[in-house]
């Protein structure tokens, strides 16, 4: 199941990529499409390979410049966080499971108010190419399980571990100390002066 997810994601990403190298927007700089060409040409290949982390790593720096994607950037950077959601709800690894489903909406939500029309457009192409990928239904789908995280947990990424005692209060308790020295004392006893 996950090489077929993998073979799925590597073709509609490679197919993004064809697509969107044939006519550039003739506002774009000269070097702007070269960095944005070997962004995509990178996270493409670390997918295909099969290499999450890295993929994920990329999906992340790249996101911190939402406003600046362009609409097949916004596309490989959500299926990649795709794929790392995926690989984390396998492993059960809530917390970065959780992250990922923030960044997912996050990005989402960003690209649709800085370009609502080649975003939506980039998203219907990738849908023709890969018919189980609808980003709107999963970015209410994550949207949904983020609120009900967030309603029970108030937002924090804690584990559900409880923490360990604090066994230096413990230890300070139970000591006594007969010197008339307050230098001898533990400093949370010593007398205030």
Do not use: W
Not at 44 to 68: H, I, P, R, T
Not at 125 to 151: G, W
């Amino acid at each position: 199941m996950k090489k077929i997810f993998l073979f799925i994601m590597t073709v509609t990403v490679t197919a993004l990529l064809a697509t969107s190298c044939g006519g550039k927007d003739s506002k774009e700089t000269a070097a702007a499409p070269a960095t944005v060409e070997e962004q995509n040409t990178q996270l493409a290949e670390a997918l295909s390979a099969g290499n999450v982390k890295a993929a994920s790593a990329m999906a992340d720096s790249m996101s911190l410049f939402v406003d600046d994607f362009t609409p097949e950037q916004t596309v490989q950077v959500l299926m990649t966080f795709l794929t790392v959601h995926n690989e984390a709800a396998a492993a059960k690894d809530r917390r970065r499971d959780l992250e990922t489903l923030r960044k997912y909406v996050d990005v989402y939500d960003i690209a649709l108010s800085v370009n609502p029309k080649d975003t939506r457009a980039a998203f219907e192409k990738a849908r023709r190419i890969n018919p189980a990928v609808d980003f709107d239904s999963l970015a209410t789908s994550f949207r949904e399980k983020l609120t009900q995280y967030d309603a029970i947990h108030d937002g924090s990424l804690v584990t559900d571990d409880p923490a360990p005692a604090d066994s230096t209060a413990n230890d300070t308790a139970t000591v006594t100390h007969n010197s008339e020295n307050p230098a001898d004392l533990p400093l949370e006893l010593r007398p205030a002066e």
